[in-house]
């Protein structure tokens, strides 16, 4: 049984390790703790990690969604306001990630929709640098969406 659980928290952690966003990560990463501290907790180990995990995952969504939406208010303030190959840059107060995004001219594509491509600079939770050239188009109500 402790084996089990053990392969499921292991399993959950290098989950957390590869999600895409501050929203998958943070709900990993919470379901990784949730069944750690759930199994633990509980008489029924395999219960207890259950719940755990499903209340964690639900905590570390809604916290790590919090976050990513802090960035996307950033970018999306750049992609409308900035100036075609000026760079905004801002650090997110929650994790300490540093961001810098230099947008491209606006161009409208074969769906009619309004583009501009991004490049943006950042770190990853090691701290290595990581640079990303992203695509992203102006929503009706004037909002932007990234594509890649």
């Known amino acids: 049984?402790?084996?089990?659980?053990?392969?499921?928290?292991?399993?959950?952690?290098?989950?957390?390790?590869?999600?895409?966003?501050?929203?998958?990560?943070?709900?990993?990463?919470?379901?990784t703790a949730g069944a750690l501290i759930g199994a633990l907790a509980s008489k029924n180990k395999l219960t207890g990690a259950?719940?755990?995990?499903?209340?964690?995952?639900?905590?570390?969504?809604?916290?790590?969604?919090?976050?990513?939406?802090?960035?996307?208010?950033?970018?999306?303030?750049?992609?409308?306001?900035?100036?075609?190959?000026?760079?905004?840059?801002?650090?997110?107060?929650?994790?300490?990630?540093?961001?810098?995004?230099?947008?491209e001219p606006a161009y409208t594509g074969s769906d009619n929709r309004t583009y501009r491509d991004v490049y943006i600079e950042t770190t990853d939770a090691d701290g290595k640098p990581q640079k990303v050239k992203a695509k992203a188009y102006r929503n009706p109500d004037g909002t932007w969406q990234l594509v890649q």
């Open 50 to 103: 259950a719940i755990g995990a499903g209340a964690g995952l639900l905590l570390g969504y809604v916290i790590g969604n919090e976050w990513d939406k802090s960035d996307n208010q950033k970018l999306n303030h750049t992609l409308e306001n900035q100036p075609s190959g000026q760079t905004s840059t801002w650090t997110n107060p929650d994790t300490g990630r540093y961001y810098a995004a230099t947008p």
């Open 1 to 31: 049984m402790k084996k089990g659980i053990l392969l499921m928290v292991l399993i959950l952690a290098l989950v957390a390790g590869g999600c895409a966003n501050k929203a998958q990560t943070g709900a990993a990463t919470g379901a």
